[in-house]
């Protein structure tokens, strides 16, 4: 069999859909939303971090100083912190991983799978940070007379508009990350069909 | 060809890997999973609902009553109860569709590919309501003293008691949605190989 017919069969057995282990590549799509991803979770923690606001109360004569705001005097936050900064950090390593299995024009099945996977628990991870921030920031915003906390944020306000930014954008991580593993399952079922 | 050979030959390519779009049957697995699931998010609701506590508090002479602890006074905890509902609901029908294809012995790769996407839309609900729920109950346990936030469990031990037990099982309830979630892409999977 001459050379010419043998790497066109390979070609064609790689693509007819199901037979091949490998589709020709990872799809853009993945590469571009795992960037859109480490940008999302990195731009949230930032936002987060920087947050602390000092205060001071004039009274007549004398400024008083009430306590910082800031985001280490809550657990939830402390919380959201920490789950951002594991989901940034898989962003990096999903990223690499797709773009070299996109370039090597193999994005196999075993990658799909691991990639869905790692997808989904991240869902969960980030989902339960956006949650747990978003509960304690309503509570900074609104209070609660029934418990009789008082709200906060008419006092420090910079620091709620941070924490706000951070967990709206963290929400839109959590939708990425499920836009994600739901690509990667479809890419698997397509490889059935 | 002989009945006999055609029928095993047709059961052979229904089990052969990769090659039919059905597998003998939806595993055991996936069907007790999501009665399990069915059950934990059940328990959860009912648990948080029921959390309301009323209480006296005896000054000499006179009894006050303090205003009832109850979920909904809290928006993250109504919210943690939609969300687990919804969640409940989706248990149902999940369990009812996968026991419909276990008893077929047709579980193809259209409703794996489904279930998978759902399981991973339900990990990122249940997930961010236990988020929700955990950061203000550790709030009632600890309260806040930068912002003066009281702790309220030392006075409504049984309110707290109960969210604290809704939001466990809700976090096994997250655990289980994201063991089907791998369990459906896993299926998926292995119709490939």
Chains 1, 2 share one sequence.
Not at 30 to 37: D, P, S, T
Not at 38 to 51: G, H, Q
Not at 111 to 117: S, W
Not at 134 to 163: M, P, T
Request: with cysteine; proline share 3%.
């Amino acid at each position: 069999m001459g050379y010419e017919t043998k790497s066109t069969l390979d070609t064609e057995r790689s693509t007819a859909p199901g037979t091949g282990t490998t589709t020709k590549s990872c799809s853009m799509t993945q590469v571009v939303l795992r960037f859109v991803l480490f940008a999302a979770t990195l731009t949230s923690i930032v936002v987060m971090v920087t947050s602390k606001q000092t205060k001071n109360i004039f009274l007549p004569g004398t400024p008083i100083r009430i306590p910082a705001a800031e985001f280490t005097n809550s657990p939830a936050l402390i919380y959201f912190v920490v789950a951002l900064s594991v989901a940034c950090f898989y962003s990096i390593v999903s990223t690499f991983v797709t773009v070299s299995a996109f370039k090597k024009h193999s994005c196999s099945a075993v990658l799909l799978l691991n990639l869905a996977i790692m997808d989904a628990v991240m869902v969960g991870i980030v989902a339960s940070a956006t949650g747990a921030g978003g509960g304690v920031a309503y509570l900074g915003l609104k209070g609660n007379k029934e418990v009789r906390w008082g709200k906060i944020c008419h006092i420090y306000d910079k620091f709620c508009r941070h924490v706000g930014g951070a967990i709206a954008v963290s929400l839109f991580a959590s939708v990425v990350l499920l836009l994600l593993s739901i690509i990667s399952v479809l890419s698997l079922y397509k490889k059935i069909r």
